[in-house]
């Protein structure tokens, strides 16, 4: 055998152990997330709240009891979260939640919201159904939609 074939399986041997290791590694953090959506799921609490302003912030900056920085990896501690912060009943409470959710969430109206701790879940209108803002086109579907003469969103966009 020469060096290279022999090269050739080390590294073979070498990736099929990450493979495996990273396949189990896989496995029970998915069995970790489960369990950690149950106790979301079981902690979750309806309430109705006054949405006073939004913003992606660093963690750090956002304002969140000192216990939720103390639990976040210290690697994750400088990366931007969405944050909200609503008036609950007579408080003003700073909560988190996931980017499909704040993407929904109107500033300075009044929602339903499913809260579990201090995590926002699931959002709904309190007068009718919220409005889904309009994902932003690229220049490729600009460009598509000029071709195929569909100007009305941008009609719709120099109006506003």
Known sequence: MTTFSIVMIVIIVVLLAACIA??????????????QQEQMEAAAQTVSMLVIDKKKMKLKEAGLPA???ENTPKYLRRTKVSVVKAKIGPKIMTLMCDNKVFEVIPVKKEVKAVVSGIYITEVKG?????EVPQKKQNWFQKAKSKITGNKTKDKDKKKK
């Open 22 to 35: 990273l396949y189990f590694f896989g496995k029970k953090a998915e069995k970790r997330q489960a369990e």
């Open 67 to 69: 216990i939720v920085l």
């Open 126 to 130: 309190v007068r009718g159904p919220l």
